[in-house]
């Protein structure tokens, strides 16, 4: 991979990384906000479903955040871009569209058949 790809990569995953800690510092603003008063039982129960829902989804950035690093830290080792189960390139298109990726398409679909056929058991 070339040193303007990397470049490129390493800013497209910082940008990820920066809007993730953005929207969980809302996040944690709202959640601090203590000003949320219901009286009625069914709101009360319809704002902690939306809690609910909400920390689901910092928990999954949570986990990508941590993909991010790694993806970085394979940038700073030269290994970003290389499949880790066959050791041939990924594409810079499957980069694009999935930059903390770390199988081909090609081993990835594998994998996810193999998984597949394992749950039909």
């Known amino acids: ?4 790809d990397r470049d490129y990569f390493r800013n497209k995953l910082e940008e990820m990384r920066q809007q993730l800690l953005s929207e969980a510092e809302k996040t944690i603003h709202e959640m ?3 000003s949320d008063s219901y009286p009625d039982p069914t709101d009360r129960a319809t704002a902690e479903s939306d809690r609910s829902f909400e ?4 928990d999954r950035e949570r986990k990508l955040l941590a993909k991010i ?7 700073d080792d030269d290994t970003y871009g290389i499949c880790e189960a066959c050791g ?4 810079l298109k499957r980069l694009e569209a999935r ?3 770390t199988q081909c398409i090609d081993c990835k679909t594998r ?3 193999q998984e597949k056929a394992q749950q039909g058991r």
Request: charged share 40%.
């Open 88 to 91: 041939d390139d990924i594409s």
């Open 55 to 58: 920390l689901r989804i910092r």
């Open 69 to 75: 690093k790694e993806a970085i830290a394979r940038i």
């Open 111 to 113: 994998q996810e058949n």
């Open 99 to 101: 930059p903390v990726t």
């Open 1 to 4: 991979m070339e040193q303007k």
């Open 32 to 34: 601090t906000d203590h």
